[in-house]
Nanobody, 121 residues
Framework: QVQVVESGGGLVEPGGSLRLSCAAS????????MGWSRQAPGKERELVATITSSGSTNYKDSVKGRFTISRDNAKNTVFLQMNSLEPEDTAVYSCNADIRRATGGPVIRYWGKGTLVTVSS
């Protein structure tokens, strides 16, 4: 069994900051790319940021310079530091982890259930 659990969402005023965390646990041999996606009400889910096991990152254009993704490989954890938040950032943020459960086994993408971020005054 593998679990992916997010934390850190909440209500913040425009211009504020939040830090999301996501931990993967269970039967894990290795984790490749980890990432964050978000889904706003009435909209499709969109990829926000990804980070490889070696630390290479990619960001959605609208969050570049405001969001920072990082990870702690020893703890199977990924973080998303969100600064200068805007109302348009309001969404459910979900974490994903591409996990190999045994040597030579397939890589499977696991998703967390998500955490709500609301940016409002």
């Amino acid at each position: 069994q593998v679990q992916v659990v997010e934390s850190g969402g909440g209500l913040v005023e425009p211009g504020g900051s939040l830090r999301l965390s996501c931990a993967a646990s269970g039967n894990i041999f290795s984790i490749n790319t980890m990432g964050w996606s978000r889904q706003a009400p009435g909209k499709e889910r969109e990829l926000v940021a990804t980070i490889t096991s070696s630390g290479s990152t990619n960001y959605k254009d609208s969050v570049k310079g405001r969001f920072t993704i990082s990870r702690d490989n020893a703890k199977n954890t990924v973080f998303l530091q969100m600064n200068s938040l805007e109302p348009e950032d309001t969404a459910v943020y979900s974490c994903n982890a591409d996990i190999r459960r045994a040597t030579g086994g397939p890589v499977i993408r696991y998703w967390g259930k998500g955490t709500l971020v609301t940016v409002s005054s």
